[in-house]
């Protein structure tokens, strides 16, 4: 689907949020709070922003039935608006509190049906199964001090974040939130370094390496 240019001869940029929190209210729904406000702060009005609750999306869980290996997509019909956003995406967020040192069971269906883009590469010879390259972003939050289960989810992301043509450029932990509160000014700040720097390059990161 094709996308018209803006007013500056640039295309709009597209953000996609996938959050895995069951909580609406709590630190990772300040920390995507956070992150939209700096996007329409930083970036241009026609630049949109979609968030997508793992929760309320809902996708069943990889069956591992290799219909993706010999089809492309999947058996189920229902990860297909997320494959919109994926595919759309330029700045890919994922967001998410630690479970038992990794991802809440709904966002890691999200993460394990990506394997349709795995085998859309490796087993059916598909050089990008997702053609636009996407810079990365990580918002975690934890309520204890070991931030062990961080460097855990940052690699099962690397993984994921190459068949998507992503490249996880930042992670912002808020930790230890049983006790303290994020300290949303530094995030702020943080922030509005990362979207200068993905504006500098509106053409996006490089495509990840095969």
Request: hydrophobic fraction near 40%.
């Amino acid at each position: 689907m094709g996308t018209e240019a803006g007013p500056q001869g640039l295309e709009p940029k597209h953000a996609l949020v996938v959050t895995g929190s069951p909580r609406r209210r709590g630190v990772i729904a300040e920390l995507v709070d956070c992150f939209a406000a700096q996007w329409r702060a930083e970036m241009r009005p026609e630049d949109p922003l979609r968030i997508i609750s793992a929760y309320e999306a809902a996708v069943k869980p990889c069956i591992y039935c290799g219909y993706c290996k010999h089809t492309r997509g999947c058996v189920y019909e229902d990860f297909l608006p997320l494959d919109q956003a994926f595919q759309q995406a330029d700045f890919l967020v994922v967001a998410s509190p630690v479970f038992c040192l990794g991802f809440p069971a709904p966002l890691k269906a999200i993460l394990d049906r990506t394997q349709q883009y795995y085998e859309a590469k490796f087993s059916l010879g598909i050089k990008n199964p997702i053609v636009r390259p996407k810079y990365a972003l990580f918002l975690v939050a934890f309520g204890s001090p070991d931030s062990r289960g961080v460097a855990m989810m940052e690699e099962q992301l690397r993984l994921v974040f190459h068949v998507l043509n992503a490249r996880l450029k930042h992670t912002i932990m808020a930790r230890h939130t049983d006790k303290v509160p994020p300290d949303l000014p530094n995030v702020k700040t943080t922030l509005q370094e990362i979207l200068r720097d993905f504006a500098t390059c509106r053409g996006g990161p490089p495509a990840v390496e095969t």
